[in-house]
């Protein structure tokens, strides 16, 4: 059964939310392992902020980095069918033929760090045209002001934003903004029984 994805229950724990939440969005609740719950959450909150204070300044790079790699090694010791690859710093794009874009148009979700107040990590769980479907774990009732951000209220399982490509890539900082291409961050996830290959769909070639 697929659940609803999950709003962070602090100011700090986006990142392990929202890798969490791309696991949910690609997995049945009964397919997924407790092992890999326990060791997202082992793995992510590892940063110190500017007074010393443990944990308060969130996810860093190097440690999605670091469990997107422990997950593609887990999933090979135990079977699961999932696939991760990390992308960092300029190689994170989103355009037309993009590894992120086409990660999407294959079902996969990807977990992306951009600039909402402060850095902040959402999942990416869909394109359609030149916008990209998101779950931001950050919970917000008032719709957004800006053009090309939108809310999304009826896919709980799947998305509650709508933010346009020409939005992400921008180098400042935004709402939504990647920003500079030094320290952005993503990680793209695939389960592979249902990822849509050339092998597996006509459609990927449309």
């Known amino acids: 059964m697929k659940v609803p994805l999950n709003y962070q229950r602090t100011e700090y724990d986006c ?5 969490m939440n791309a696991v949910n969005f690609l997995f049945q609740r009964e397919e997924i392992p407790p092992d890999v719950l326990r060791y997202v959450m082992m793995y992510t909150l ?3 902020n500017a007074k010393g204070e443990a944990y308060k300044e969130g996810t860093s790079q190097m440690a999605m980095s670091f469990l ?14 999932i696939d991760c690859e990390y992308l960092g710093d300029e190689q994170v794009r989103i355009s037309e033929n993009s590894r992120i874009i086409t990660a999407l148009q294959q079902g996969g979700a990807v977990v992306l760090r951009v600039h909402y107040g402060c850095w902040h990590f959402v999942t990416l769980t869909g394109v359609s045209g030149n916008s990209v479907s998101l779950f931001d774990p950050y919970y917000r009732k008032q719709p ?6 939108e809310l999304i209220k009826n896919k709980p399982c799947s998305a509650n934003r709508r933010v346009a490509f020409e939005i992400l890539n921008q ?9 500079p291409d030094e320290g952005r961050v993503a990680v793209l996830l695939f389960n592979d029984n249902t990822r849509k290959t050339p092998e597996k769909t006509i459609e990927y070639f449309l």
């Open 171 to 179: 180098t400042t900082k935004g709402a939504y903004t990647m920003g």
């Open 46 to 48: 590892d940063s110190y």
């Open 68 to 81: 997107a790699g422990w997950l593609k090694q887990y999933a090979k010791a135990t079977r699961l069918p």
């Open 15 to 19: 990142g392990p939310t929202s890798f």
């Open 144 to 149: 957004f002001k800006q053009e090309g951000i």
